[in-house]
Every structure is written in structure tokens, then in C-alpha cells.
């Protein structure tokens, strides 16, 4: 079982930017399919961000375009999640995951389409 572990969550002022990274031991992440959610208590998991193998292409959720960025770092064992500008919509746990067949198109949104879960990182906005 592959333990995905996040870091780099916080609070930040609105406007303001944060970098999230996630890792594991003892597995290369390089065979994965990763990306990012975010859940809010008592609504469903958002899809934030996902990125292929090799990360040649990156699909990223409606609310976060062009203010998030993600990226690998296959040598470094690393996933990360810039965010910038930062609203208080995007107060969120934030999870890192990883999929072991890459989503058909339009399934990238879908948390089925992901095998592994981290445990969370809580990202705080304040107004």
C-alpha cells in the first residue's frame, strides 16, 4: 500500500500564494498518474489538478485555472501544487493522489479514477 504524505499547507492572506508538495517512501511516483483535490466539511471532493507520468500535460479544475499550477519532479520523488492568488473559496483540506491508468478524458475530475489518497493538508484563506 503506498502512503502519500502532503506538506506546505498554512494559513495565507487572501491574494497571497502557497506551495504544496507531496511524497512517499519506498514507491516511485513516476509510474503514477497524480493530482490534487480538496474537500470542504460537508461538501463533495473537488477536483483541483492532475498531471500524466511524464508531465506533459496538466488538467486543472474550473475554479483554480490560471491561478494553480502543478508539477513533478520524478527524480525528486514529488508532486507539487503552487497556488497563487489565493481566495477564501479555496479554504480547503487539500489531498494528494495518485492513479495507476491514467483518466480517460473527462474522468480526471472523478475520484474513482484515483487508487491512493494522502491523508490531507488544511489550507486556510483568510479575508
Known amino acids: 500500500q503506498m502512503r502519500l504524505v502532503e506538506s506546505g499547507g498554512g494559513l495565507v492572506q487572501t491574494g497571497g500564494s502557497l506551495r504544496l508538495s507531496c511524497g512517499t517512501s519506498g514507491r516511485t511516483l513516476s509510474v503514477y498518474v497524480m493530482g490534487w483535490f480538496r474537500q470542504v466539511p460537508g461538501k463533495e471532493r473537488e477536483f483541483v489538478g492532475g498531471?500524466?507520468?511524464?508531465?506533459?500535460?496538466?488538467y486543472y479544475g474550473n475554479s483554480v485555472k490560471d491561478r494553480f499550477i502543478i508539477s513533478r519532479d520524478n527524480a525528486k520523488n514529488t508532486v507539487d501544487l503552487q497556488m497563487n492568488s489565493l481566495k477564501p473559496e479555496d479554504t480547503a483540506a487539500y489531498y494528494c493522489?495518485?492513479?495507476?491508468?491514467?483518466?480517460?478524458?473527462?474522468?480526471?475530475?472523478?475520484?474513482?479514477?484515483?487508487?491512493?489518497w494522502g491523508q490531507g493538508t488544511q489550507v486556510t484563506v483568510s479575508a
Open positions: 498531471i500524466t507520468r511524464t508531465g506533459d500535460s496538466t
Open positions: 493522489v495518485a492513479a495507476v491508468v491514467r483518466p480517460r478524458d473527462g474522468n480526471w475530475e472523478s475520484a474513482s479514477s484515483y487508487d491512493y
